[in-house]
């Protein structure tokens, strides 16, 4: 691997990074725009020009990831062309805005509702473990299919997925639940399978495995175990992580909460934009380079690992003002939290609209909301990053 010429980030470590990468973010978008991360064996883009161009570019990047693949198989996120394609064409249908749009009252809202409603008399909870993610795994399992999967489940399968995904350490504990979680998701896809190829339904799964199929040939469990993964991990975090960063954004200032408060109309819609701007739940695009990429005076091999560090651009100075904070009246400009191109994330719109009724709930039923002064925030990752705990009160 050529690095000879190429400036190399030797000073942080990962445990660093997962505590908080925003401050090594700015500096690297100032002084190391391009560099070769070791912890990670490949390349760190942080300026959003760079990544913009390159995540929207053809012909230099591809999707391989040596990684992903590892810890799920043949996926989605690693596949290109046409096998792309033809993955997308089952995964999409369901998640489309129009067909998001004729759902998602009915299957969100009495959802948000009643988990909300089971918490009021209690005066605080953990709003990202008890309430959020709880509600985004059951929003979403129930579109995929999984109606007849408790909740404790479903959870269980995503955050032993979460854990294992960003098992930098090789912790081995981590590493046997991880594989634990892939056991039982297996069990239950295979059986899934064998109803749904004979008697095709509605859900998410039944269209993965019949809709837009090569001569009306039915995708095989094989052929979607490691996409079907990826959906489980990225389709339940995302919504639930998105929705804990905009609540913990606007509880931080409650200027800004009494604003929301009387106006949640527009500021509720904003504050699920923020939120994902903020704190990216996917901070990393992972990428391959097909050919040798020249980015300024930096020239990065081609089959190197890159990843476009979505995050740091989300903050970038030449883009955002004050970009560090979170501010419900920020000028409304496109985020880079979905990624680029052929690989724009499917559930963009389905996950906005979760958080979008989520927060209204929490909001509207909860009286004065605040975040608990005992207990501070836990928010966590590098890769993936998220509101592991919030901790908040209000008047029960």
Same mark, same amino acid.
């Given at each position: 691997?050529?690095?000879?010429?190429?400036?190399?980030?030797?000073?942080?470590?990962?445990?660093?990074?997962?505590?908080?990468?925003?401050?090594?973010?700015?500096?690297?978008?100032?002084?190391?725009?391009?560099?070769?991360?070791?912890?990670?064996?490949?390349?760190?883009?942080?300026?959003?020009?760079?990544?913009?161009?390159?995540?929207?570019?053809?012909?230099?990047?591809?999707?391989?990831?040596?990684?992903?693949?590892?810890?799920?198989?043949?996926?989605?996120?690693?596949?290109?062309?046409?096998?792309?394609?033809?993955?997308?064409?089952?995964?999409?249908?369901?998640?489309?805005?129009?067909?998001?749009?004729?759902?998602?009252?009915?299957?969100?809202?009495?959802?948000?509702?009643?988990?909300?409603?089971?918490?009021? +008399?209690? !005066?605080?909870?953990? @709003?990202?473990?008890? =309430?959020?993610? &709880?509600?985004?795994?059951?929003?979403?399992?129930?579109? %995929?299919?999984?109606?007849?999967?408790?909740?404790?489940?479903?959870?269980?399968?995503?955050?032993?997925?979460?854990?294992?995904?960003?098992?930098?350490?090789?912790?081995?504990?981590?590493?046997?639940?991880?594989?634990?979680?892939?056991?039982?998701?297996?069990?239950?896809?295979?059986?899934?399978?064998?109803?749904?190829?004979?008697?095709?339904?509605?859900?998410?799964?039944?269209?993965?495995?019949?809709?837009?199929?090569?001569?009306?040939?039915?995708?095989?469990?094989?052929?979607?175990?490691?996409?079907?993964?990826?959906?489980?991990?990225?389709?339940?975090? +995302?919504? !639930?992580?998105?929705? @804990?960063?905009?609540? =913990?954004?606007? &509880?931080?200032?409650?200027?800004?909460?009494?604003?929301? %408060?009387?106006?949640?109309?527009?500021?509720?819609?904003?504050?699920?934009?923020?939120?994902?701007?903020?704190?990216?739940?996917?901070?990393?695009?992972?990428?391959?380079?097909?050919?040798?990429?020249?980015?300024?005076?930096?020239?990065?091999?081609?089959?190197?690992?890159?990843?476009?560090?979505?995050?740091?651009?989300?903050?970038?100075?030449?883009?955002?003002?004050?970009?560090?904070?979170?501010?419900?009246?920020?000028?409304?400009?496109?985020?880079?939290?979905?990624?680029?191109?052929?690989?724009?994330?499917?559930?963009?719109?389905?996950?906005?609209?979760? +958080?979008?009724?989520?927060?209204?709930?929490?909001?509207?039923?909860?009286?004065?909301?605040?975040?608990?002064?005992?207990?501070?925030?836990?928010?966590?990752?590098?890769?993936?990053?998220?509101?592991?705990?919030?901790?908040?009160?209000?008047?029960?």
């Amino acid at each position: 691997m050529a690095l000879s010429a190429a400036p190399v980030i030797e000073d942080v470590t990962l445990e660093q990074l997962e505590q908080d990468p925003y401050p090594h973010y700015a500096r690297w978008r100032k002084e190391l725009p391009v560099a070769f991360l070791p912890e990670l064996h490949g390349w760190i883009v942080s300026r959003w020009d760079d990544c913009e161009a390159l995540g929207k570019s053809e012909g230099q990047i591809d999707s391989s990831n040596a990684f992903n693949d590892a810890f799920f198989g043949h996926n989605i996120l690693s596949a290109n062309g046409d096998v792309h394609k033809w993955l997308r064409g089952g995964v999409d249908p369901p998640l489309r805005p129009r067909a998001v749009q004729g759902y998602i009252e009915e299957r969100a809202r009495p959802v948000a509702r009643e988990y909300t409603a089971r918490l009021v +008399e209690q !005066g605080r909870c953990d @709003a990202s473990r008890d =309430l959020l993610e &709880l509600i985004s795994v059951r929003v979403i399992g129930d579109v %995929l299919g999984l109606t007849d999967v408790d909740d404790a489940t479903l959870q269980e399968w995503f955050t032993s997925l979460n854990a294992g995904l960003n098992n930098f350490s090789e912790d081995p504990v981590v590493t046997a639940q991880a594989e634990a979680a892939k056991k039982a998701l297996d069990d239950y896809m295979v059986a899934a399978f064998e109803r749904l190829m004979d008697a095709p339904d509605e859900s998410g799964l039944s269209h993965m495995i019949h809709t837009a199929t090569k001569d009306g040939t039915p995708r095989t469990f094989e052929e979607l175990r490691g996409t079907i993964q990826v959906i489980i991990l990225g389709g339940f975090q +995302e919504p !639930g992580h998105g929705a @804990a960063a905009s609540l =913990l954004g606007v &509880l931080s200032d409650l200027e800004q909460r009494d604003a929301l %408060l009387a106006d949640p109309d527009t500021l509720v819609p904003a504050a699920v934009h923020e939120g994902l701007r903020w704190i990216a739940p996917f901070g990393q695009i992972q990428r391959r380079a097909i050919v040798d990429l020249k980015i300024g005076d930096v020239v990065i091999p081609a089959g190197d690992e890159v990843n476009l560090a979505c995050a740091s651009a989300n903050r970038d100075e030449t883009r955002y003002d004050d970009g560090e904070r979170f501010d419900l009246h920020r000028k409304r400009q496109t985020h880079a939290s979905f990624g680029y191109g052929a690989h724009f994330c499917s559930g963009h719109f389905i996950s906005r609209q979760l +958080e979008r009724i989520a927060l209204e709930e929490v909001f509207a039923q909860l009286p004065n909301p605040r975040l608990d002064p005992d207990h501070p925030a836990d928010v966590f990752g590098f890769v993936v990053r998220g509101v592991k705990s919030l901790p908040i009160v209000w008047d029960a």
